[in-house]
């Protein structure tokens, strides 16, 4: 349930911005796997009259050493929990495939990223 | 509005309004900071609601120090820490474990932001242990926190005393409530052997507790001094 939290932030993000909200955008990185469901219930509790657009974004890692883009893969139970907690998490379970370097970049698709706030 | 923006930053302060924070810091390592968290945390236990807050992602050692056993963390409404010994406690250990987290500068950014966004703490006060130098997470610390106290640690050494100009120099005077001076035992043989004893008891909260019992004064002065 720390989907709550996120959605806290949005909230004061959106509050600190428009008065009267109408429309948000916002973007959810596959990497913390935010539960939609938890997360929206929550922004609907917290804005009712505000229209919320929720878009997927697929995660996307790229290695500093050979500089090839990487899918995120499979991660086991255990792991992906701690990912959907700390995104950067990833760092500590996961190498490229291809060269086997733990040092790699989030380029895409990390967390909770707001595109656009619309209302006065 | 076009451009990504993220939401944490806007919710910080106020995840946090109300509490104590004490950042320990140093410009250099090994200076005994997670151990000096550690103690203080025990002692001002007894007297408040504490938090300890471990930001060093490459060497998070504030759960073996304490002896914390099993990691885990709660979830309710955000991120709850690991309650132990009346304390609660966050570290990066527990998204990690004992694994590398080899992080460059704006994804240690993104993690410290993270927990400080989405972690509900239950304290009167916030002990935060830091990694050694000057970088993200001292930056962080003193963006977020106008409120933030520092407590720097150091050594006799000169390359310390050195870090320690530089630190000061950064921080400013009216944040730092205090230079502790850590390892000056080298003269007394007594001193010497509690600063072992110290050591030894790491992971033993009990036999730390009961070693802490002489920095109670030193702990009471910063008490006083936040």
């Known amino acids: ?120 | 509005m076009a451009e990504r923006n993220d939401p944490r930053e806007s919710i910080i302060d106020r995840r946090l309004d109300g509490i104590k924070k004490l950042a320990v810091v140093s410009a250099k390592g090994g200076v005994g900071k997670s151990t000096v968290s550690a103690i203080l945390a025990l002692l001002l236990a007894e007297k408040a609601k504490v938090g300890v807050l471990d930001l060093d992602a490459y060497n998070p050692s504030i759960p073996t120090i304490l002896g914390m056993r099993e990691l885990r963390v709660g979830e309710d409404r955000g991120i709850t820490p690991q309650s132990f010994r009346g304390m609660q406690v966050l570290s990066f250990a527990h998204f990690s474990g004992d694994r590398a987290m080899p992080l460059r500068g704006r994804e240690l950014s993104d993690a410290v932001k993270e927990l400080l966004a989405v972690t509900t703490w239950d304290a009167d006060l916030l002990i935060i242990d830091t990694p050694p130098g000057t970088g993200e997470v001292t930056l962080d610390l003193l963006r977020f926190f106008r409120d933030a106290r520092f407590l720097v640690v150091t050594t006799p050494s000169a390359l310390a005393k050195m870090a320690l100009d530089r630190e000061l120099e950064l921080l400013g005077r009216s944040r730092v409530i205090g230079v502790l001076e850590n390892m000056s035992e080298r003269d007394c043989d007594l001193c010497v052997r509690y600063s072992k004893e110290i050591e030894m008891a790491c992971g033993d909260t009990d036999r730390l507790m009961s070693l802490a019992d002489g920095m109670r004064n030193m702990a009471e002065e910063i008490w006083r001094r936040l």
């Open chain 1, 1 to 120: 349930m720390h989907e709550w939290a996120l959605a806290e932030a949005v909230v004061s993000f959106v509050s600190d911005r428009a008065d009267r909200p109408r429309r948000i955008r916002v973007l959810l990185g596959e990497l913390q796997n935010v539960d939609e469901e938890i997360f929206l219930s929550a922004l609907k509790e917290m804005m009712d009259d505000v229209e919320i657009d929720l878009t997927r974004e697929e995660c996307v890692l790229r290695c500093n050493a050979c500089k090839k883009d990487m899918k995120l893969k499979d991660l086991g139970e255990e792991e992906r929990e701690l990912v959907h907690f700390l995104p950067e998490a990833v760092h500590a379970y996961v190498s490229c495939p291809l060269c086997g370097s733990r040092d790699f970049t989030i380029e895409k698709g990390r967390g909770v990223v707001i595109e656009s706030v619309e209302g006065s």
